[in-house]
């Protein structure tokens, strides 16, 4: 799997590129930035840094991981500022570091996680985080829309900002965002 993620990483930016979904993409990169302002920021599976682009644009410190190196390197062509920090690690044995965060970030990402290891991964993620930190997650929703404007069956994004509770637990709420102008079908 680590191989098709590495050969994969030159394309990964061209679904940030659709230009249907420019609207939502550009309102979720505004959610993005509004919950990281000022504060410091662990994401995994950071992949090119799209997101991380848009947490840099004010978070006070980020530290970004990826498993793969390749798509780290991309990612650090973005020019994101000395307060971005790219670092591969692996999202189920993440690092040890010398502060803990206020925000964790995990977009597109847990359509990779296996059910079977998903506490793992929380656990992991949760022990590098504040006490109250919240956890900031994209991902999309099998379910379909259908656009009145352009008839297009089009994906119904979620993202989701849970707070954490303990270090084993998260208070999650969810949002749905929907593309103008689209009824569920």
């Not at 970004?64 to 190196?69: E, F, I, K, S, V």
């Not at 099998?142 to 954490?164: D, N």
């Given at each position: 799997?680590?191989?098709?993620?590495?050969?994969?990483?030159?394309?990964?930016?061209?679904l940030?590129?659709?230009?249907?979904?420019?609207?939502?993409?550009?309102?979720?990169?505004?959610?993005?930035?509004?919950?990281?302002?000022?504060?410091?920021?662990?994401?995994?599976?950071?992949?090119?840094?799209?997101?991380?682009?848009?947490?840099?644009?004010?978070?006070?410190?980020?530290?970004?991981?990826?498993?793969?190196?390749?798509?780290?390197?991309?990612?650090?062509?973005r020019?994101?500022?000395?307060?971005?920090?790219?670092?591969?690690?692996?999202?189920?044995?993440?690092?040890?570091?010398?502060?803990?965060f206020?925000?964790?970030?995990?977009?597109?990402?847990?359509?990779?996680?296996?059910?079977?290891?998903?506490?793992?991964?929380?656990?992991?993620?949760?022990?590098?985080?504040?006490?109250?930190?919240?956890?900031?997650?994209?991902?999309?929703?099998?379910?379909?829309?259908?656009?009145?404007?352009?008839g297009?069956?089009?994906?119904?994004?979620?993202?989701?900002?849970?707070?954490?509770?303990?270090?084993?637990s998260?208070?999650?709420?969810?949002?749905?965002?929907?593309?103008?102008?689209?009824?569920?079908?």
């Amino acid at each position: 799997m680590e191989d098709y993620y590495r050969e994969r990483a030159p394309s990964y930016d061209h679904l940030y590129r659709t230009s249907e979904w420019q609207d939502d993409f550009a309102w979720l990169q505004n959610w993005v930035t509004r919950r990281t302002a000022g504060r410091s920021v662990l994401e995994v599976a950071a992949g090119t840094g799209f997101w991380t682009a848009a947490a840099a644009r004010r978070a006070e410190a980020i530290v970004a991981t990826d498993y793969n190196a390749e798509p780290l390197a991309i990612a650090a062509q973005r020019g994101l500022g000395a307060h971005v920090t790219f670092l591969a690690a692996d999202a189920y044995a993440l690092p040890v570091f010398d502060r803990a965060f206020e925000v964790g970030m995990a977009h597109l990402w847990w359509s990779h996680v296996d059910r079977r290891r998903e506490r793992q991964f929380l656990s992991q993620l949760a022990a590098r985080l504040q006490a109250g930190a919240e956890l900031l997650t994209i991902r999309g929703i099998r379910k379909t829309i259908t656009c009145q404007r352009s008839g297009a069956i089009e994906p119904v994004i979620a993202m989701s900002c849970a707070r954490l509770k303990t270090a084993a637990s998260f208070k999650s709420s969810k949002t749905t965002r929907r593309p103008r102008n689209c009824k569920r079908v």
